[in-house]
């Protein structure tokens, strides 16, 4: 029997992010680091460091617009085909599911979330330069519609492919070159908020999945009027409340984006309070993220 598995690490060469990119990790905010200055308080360690400057700015100008996410503008800009689509005749929910004879496109406006799909597939592996493909996989965005202003971190990975036959583990294989582009508002990261560019092995556009939903113009709550120490007992509070005791704790601002009636988001300023994780002898428990509430203005 033949079985496949899955899996990706970062490549090992040094990819600046992109102009007003925060420092935040791929997936989550990384445990505290032990190389910073930290601060115990009753039973807590607090690295509060990342809280040093305030969140100032305002909404930017330019931002990615709603029409974003009509299908003639990701055809021509996301996609960049001129073939002719046939269109799902019953959309499931909010999604409109369309398909070419290359490229299949889902598309949820409400939620600001793409998946496109090329059904060609890759041709074989041939040498890449993991930067060009991190700045054609920017560039595709940024033609898209996402300007330079809401562009935060920049991370790109290799994927592998490993098969197993009866018992025997073959070499692994490349499977992807993904570009994981984080959103970031003056720095700081929206939560939830990111693209995934994939490149096969040939360099080809093979996939994109994108979730960045188009932000107001107001309603926002992007600052706070809380000290750093009134935020780190407001964290010392919600840990209690979610029954830790003690441990590093690193404090980071986040924005969190919440849907308004318009169908529009808007973003509140939070400080995710992290935990380093637990690794036991049999299993590692995932950093744990706690949510604090920092009573953001506008």
Known sequence: MKTHLLFRFLTVLPLAAASGCDSGALMEPDAAPTTQVARATLGFIFDSTALATPPTGGIPTTLLPGSAFDAAVLQRSLVGTTESFSQAEVPVGTRFDMESQTWTIERDPSEGQVLVLNKVGSGPETPQDPALLQRAALARLQRWGIPTAELGAV???????????????????????????????????????????????????????????????????????????????????????????????????????????????????????????????????????????????P
């Open 155 to 297: 991370r790109q990975v290799k994927s592998f492919s490993q098969s197993e036959t009866n018992g025997v583990v073959e070499a692994p294989t490349l499977h992807r070159h993904k570009t994981f582009v984080m959103r970031a508002i003056n720095g700081i990261r929206v939560e939830g908020h990111r693209a995934v560019v994939s490149h096969g092995p040939d360099g080809s556009f093979q996939r994109a999945l994108i979730s960045w939903p188009a932000l107001a113009r107001s309603g926002h709550l992007l600052r706070t009027r809380l000290t750093t120490a009134e935020i780190e007992q407001r964290a010392r509070e919600a840990l209690w409340a979610e029954g830790e005791t003690t441990g590093a704790v690193h404090l980071s601002w986040k924005y969190v984006p919440t849907q308004l009636s318009t169908g529009e988001w808007a973003l509140t300023l939070q400080v995710a309070a992290v935990m380093p994780p637990v690794t036991g002898t049999t299993s590692t428990e995932e950093p744990r993220v706690i949510d604090v509430d920092v009573s953001a203005v």
